[in-house]
């Protein structure tokens, strides 16, 4: 997850802006791993898009369930009665989701 995250930012910075995050990650780890959250933890902001024009197939076993939230959420505008229609969940299901899963929501 951390490599996804890692591979779909822009790094306007080039490779020393790769080099610091990475440091700093590894500064924050406590096991001596690097996952998602210490990579979001040095600024870079998280984005689920696809290379093939934005659209990423919701069921694709590779995404966990915080990126097939967030993907649906991207196709549907941010409306998360939308979302919730893509991913087969009621309403109350994704609000419940972006709940648990820190999940921040751009008001569009």
């Known amino acids: 997850n951390a490599l996804r995250v890692l591979m779909h930012h ?6 020393r802006e790769l080099e610091n995050c990475l440091e700093r990650a590894a ?14 933890l040095t600024g870079i902001e998280e ?12 069921m694709d076993e590779s995404l966990d369930e915080r990126e097939r939230v967030i993907a649906a959420l991207e ?3 941010w409306v998360q009665a939308k979302a919730a229609r893509l ?6 299901q994704i609000a ?8 921040k929501v751009k008001q569009i």
């Open 75 to 77: 196709q549907a505008g």
């Open 10 to 15: 822009s790094w306007p910075g080039n490779v």
């Open 27 to 40: 500064v924050m780890s406590y096991d001596g791993v690097i996952d998602r959250d210490q990579v979001l």
């Open 47 to 58: 984005q689920v898009t696809g290379s093939h024009g934005g659209s990423i197939d919701l």
């Open 87 to 92: 991913l087969g969940m009621t309403p109350r």
């Open 96 to 103: 419940y989701r972006i709940q648990t899963l820190n999940i």
